[in-house]
């Protein structure tokens, strides 16, 4: 079993920053392929970004790319977003979720644990 909670949401304004931050338990954290996803209001919830649990390529929405970097801490249980250059679109509830699987890793059916979210609201 993997329990995982988000924090690091807030209020910022277009152009600026945030770091989430997730925080796991459980024996077999650091065993689990990791991802972010995020849902705005009347909107499915969408992929965002994806990280091995060891080596490996990192995974990015197109609508993220070169402004938000996924990174974690296995010895921490952590999993990281750093986003840059917000968007008012990127305005939403983000989850961190994990998942065994090596497969369709941007399909929110993938992943078997998520977070309960936290908000994220950038004003224009």
């Known amino acids: 079993q993997v329990q995982l909670v988000e924090s690091g949401g807030g209020l910022v304004q277009a152009g600026g920053s945030l770091r989430l931050s997730c925080e796991g338990s459980g024996r077999t954290f650091s065993t689990h392929y990791m991802g972010w996803f995020r849902q705005a209001p009347g909107k499915e919830r969408e992929f965002v970004a994806g990280i091995p649990w060891s080596t490996g390529r990192t995974l990015y929405a197109d609508s993220v790319k070169g402004r938000f970097a996924i990174s974690r801490d296995n010895a921490k249980k952590q999993v990281y977003l750093q986003m840059n250059s917000l968007k008012p679109e990127d305005t939403a509830i983000y989850y961190c979720?994990?998942?065994?699987?090596?497969?369709?890793?941007?399909?929110?059916?993938?992943?078997?644990?998520w977070g309960q979210g936290t908000q994220v609201t950038v004003s224009s």
């Open positions: 979720a994990a998942t065994l699987r090596f497969t369709q890793l941007t399909a929110v059916s993938t992943y078997n644990y």
